[in-house]
């Protein structure tokens, strides 16, 4: 079992930024791919961005290229979303998830952070 910790959501005003991060409790390079999704009130979760840790490839959803960006951090043994430009409808439950293999699913999910955009 591997958890999850996100942390750094909160209430911004539109137009400005947040960052989340996710730390493993275990060494980031024992996964795959790393990802941050979203739910929005009464929608269903949505990717957002996801990060091949070995070799930092990243996706992103339409919504978020140009405004959002993954990243990894190996001194901190976590990954990132940097979001900039935030508008009413990012506003979500954020979910850091880890697929272990290559080719599994995302098995392990954080708790959620929310983040709160008002216009």
């Known amino acids: 079992q591997v958890q999850l910790v996100e942390s750094g959501g909160g209430l911004v005003q539109a137009g400005g930024s947040l960052r989340l991060s996710c730390v493993p409790d275990?060494?980031?390079?024992?996964?795959?791919?790393m990802a941050w999704y979203r739910q929005p009130p009464g929608n269903p979760r949505e990717l957002v961005a996801s990060i091949i840790i070995s070799g930092e490839r990243t996706n992103y959803a339409d919504s978020a290229k140009g405004r959002f960006t993954i990243s990894r951090n190996s001194a901190t043994n976590s990954i990132h979303l940097q979001m900039n430009s935030l508008k009413p409808e990012d506003t979500a439950i954020y979910y850091c998830?880890?697929?272990?293999?290559?080719?599994?699913?995302?098995?392990?999910w954080g708790q959620g952070t929310q983040v709160t955009v008002s216009s």
């Open positions: 275990i060494t980031i390079y024992s996964i795959n791919t």
């Open positions: 998830a880890a697929a272990i293999g290559a080719r599994s699913s995302y098995e392990y």
